[in-house]
């Protein structure tokens, strides 16, 4: 299992998108969602930052190309740098650093990302263009997870579920809010792995039992 194990891991922390729809209501969702994905690959320290970015950027197409734009938010780590990446379909209205001073109600967008990150600016193509930023990780963070954190969680995690079940939840979910909760699933699956290995349990086994278990009961209903 440990070669599964590891696949999974690599897995979790390759590039990713997600496209949406350019609204003021979407941004607390993607922050969300940066923050659980820096949180699963031990980038804490960038979280608030990345976050800002995102909702400057995102920001940015509301004002400059229009609400309900079809948008695509993209997340990367190439080597030392995490990569922010805001996609939509104009390529004639370009970002750009204004004078706005800190007090400005408006124009701070960009200037803010310049503040922010090591580095930023805008691809294009003849149908859409890519405005981007970089910031600077630790050179630890290429080496690989810090299992013991993910081990410390998991058991966090198990000790919550035994104490305080989570309660049933009627309202229907946003499709970016189901993103959201599968992507922390998702989370909770990949400690547990860590959780299993780390105390002599063949995680094979397990998901084995647990898929049959899933099944027995899903035929029942």
């Not at 070669?3 to 496209?19: F, N």
């Not at 949180?39 to 940015?60: P, R």
């Not at 910031?135 to 058991?155: F, H, K």
Request: charged share 25%; net charge negative; hydrophobic share 40%.
């Amino acid at each position: 299992m440990g070669d599964s194990t590891e696949s999974a891991v690599q897995r979790a922390r390759r590039a990713w998108k997600l496209p949406f729809s350019a609204e003021a209501e979407e941004v607390a969702g993607l922050r969300q969602l940066v923050r659980l994905h820096l949180e699963l690959w031990d980038l804490h320290e960038l979280s608030d930052v990345a976050q800002l970015c995102v909702s400057e950027l995102v920001a940015n197409v509301i004002k400059h190309v229009g609400p309900g734009t079809p948008t695509t938010l993209a997340i990367s780590l190439n080597g030392t740098r995490l990569r922010i990446e805001v996609h939509d379909p104009n390529s004639r209205s370009l970002p750009a650093l204004t004078d706005a001073g800190m007090d400005a109600e408006a124009g701070r967008g960009m200037a803010l990302i310049d503040a922010v990150t090591d580095r930023w600016g805008v691809d294009l193509t003849s149908e859409s263009k890519s405005t981007w930023c970089e910031l600077r990780t630790s050179p630890t963070v290429v080496r690989g997870y810090d299992a013991p954190s993910r081990v410390a969680r998991a058991t966090d995690v198990l000790q919550l579920y035994a104490s305080a079940p989570l309660p049933m939840q009627g309202a229907a979910f946003s499709r970016l809010g189901a993103t959201v909760a599968e992507e922390t699933a998702i989370d909770v699956i990949s400690d547990l792995l860590h959780w299993l290995r780390a105390h002599g349990r063949d995680p094979d086994d397990v998901l084995e039992r647990a898929q049959a278990h899933f099944e027995a009961e899903a035929e029942s209903r």
